[in-house]
């Protein structure tokens, strides 16, 4: 059994994979031996790993861009630190020496008959961090699919390695319900043919994709893709061959699929590209077609977009929310933040449009919103002024807040 131990130092940072392309094995042999090593300081993207939900060894630090997946429960009890940034800062602040890059952890494909492996379905963040970083320890999984668009590396650049078989782990997901799908026919309804979709995952996303099963020639370009955007392909409806750049191809940096997909992804048109091309501000302005569609939690009266923090707590990040957004409304189509008007369940039904967010972290600026969409309609915001953005935003709140937003409004004025 590998030693991982033998490869960290005192004072070490390490970083590793996120998601579905997490080095889970490898990465619970770190949190074993750390507290004999640390103090170590660890850089996480998405993880589903329970032994990252809490009571972490004391000796070890995690840092990640949000409190996504389990991390959520670290930040609620404190044991998170929050690095804000873009998500196209990331390659940059590897490349300085601002993230922990000592070593990196990799989950990676088989290596092929010349004796090169690939990093499968997560691209992304972990190839812009390969270059910077002193010793790469890999999990040679025989279920991580080889893909194309990124890096491939000899066996000779590890400094040691594991080999698994087994399936890649993937999060419990729910069905869209039916806010959702209404939410995704009125997303779906300001979206021309031939554009250039920019989405990430999850039940919302997920009937947004649904609902654009009418489109023809859709382009593709995101972060990330899900099994939606597969389905989009075999329906003809993604081809990619209005794209001003990259034609016919899904370009993305990791997947969060089904297990089955995985299997297939070498039919799909898919490169899989580093963060420094996906949400390269420069490679997303000739995109001039691109409309990014993202979620928030909350929603002010100017515009803000607020889609880090809750009650205190990081359940989300700005992620590449602002790359994405700010090219859509500047260089390519449009920029939409889609989200249910109410959150909570029953009597605590709270309105997410509010008069000024309560988290007080503003993730996306009100002048890279070009439309608000509810289940209650479009809040076109592009061209209005401050007083009308405020109006239409009331309007696609839910009905039992409309009259306290209208006094809110009237306060501030």
């Known amino acids: 059994m590998l030693d991982v131990g033998a490869f960290l130092n005192p004072g070490d940072g390490i970083w590793w994979g996120q998601g579905s392309a997490e080095p889970e094995q490898l990465v619970n042999q770190v949190l074993d031996v750390v507290d004999e090593v640390g103090p170590i300081r660890a850089f996480s993207g998405l993880t589903w790993n329970p032994r990252l939900s809490g009571d972490l060894p004391e ?4 840092l990640s861009y949000g409190g996504l997946g389990q991390l959520r429960r670290l ?30 952890l990799l989950q990676v494909s088989p290596p092929d008959a010349d004796g090169f492996v690939t ?4 691209v992304e963040y972990v190839a812009d961090a390969i270059p910077h970083t002193r010793t790469l320890i890999a999990e040679i999984n025989q279920q991580m699919p080889a893909t194309v668009g990124g890096p491939k590396l000899p066996l000779s650049a590890f400094a040691a390695f594991i080999e698994t078989d087994h399936p890649l782990v993937v999060a419990e997901g729910r069905s869209a319900d039916d806010v959702e799908h209404r939410i995704a026919k009125h997303v779906a309804s300001i979206i021309d043919d031939g554009a250039t979709i920019q989405i990430g995952v999850g039940s919302l996303p997920g009937a947004v994709l649904e609902g654009l099963s009418g489109h023809q020639d859709l382009g593709f370009h995101s972060g990330m893709i899900a099994d939606g955007v597969l389905s989009l392909v075999d329906k003809g409806v993604i081809t990619g061959a209005r794209k001003e750049i990259d034609p016919g191809l899904v370009v993305t940096g990791a997947a969060f699929c089904e297990r089955e997909a995985y299997a297939r992804l070498h039919d799909y048109p898919i490169e899989f590209r580093p963060a420094s091309y996906t949400h390269s501000p420069s490679v997303l302005s000739e995109l001039r077609s691109l409309v990014s569609i993202n979620s928030a939690i909350e929603v002010d009266l100017l515009g803000q977009v607020g889609a880090e923090m809750a009650r205190g707590v990081h359940i989300g990040a700005v992620g590449g929310q602002v790359d994405f957004s700010r090219a859509a409304s500047l260089t390519g189509s449009r920029s939409i933040i889609a989200l249910r008007s109410t959150n909570g369940s029953g009597d605590t039904k709270q309105s997410t449009i509010v008069p000024t967010l309560k988290s007080g972290v503003v993730t996306t600026a009100r002048v890279d919103v070009d439309a608000v969409v509810t289940e209650h309609g479009v809040a076109m915001l592009a061209g209005c002024t401050v007083a009308e953005r405020a109006l239409r935003l009331i309007e696609v709140a839910a009905p039992e807040h409309r009259e306290d937003l209208e006094r809110a409004l009237a306060d501030q004025e």
């Open 75 to 104: 930040s609620r009890s404190g044991q998170l630190d929050v690095v804000p940034c873009h998500y196209s800062a990331l390659p940059r602040m590897f490349a300085k020496g601002q993230l922990p890059c000592d070593v990196g």
């Open 119 to 122: 990093l499968g379905i997560g």
């Open 59 to 62: 000796k070890l630090t995690v």
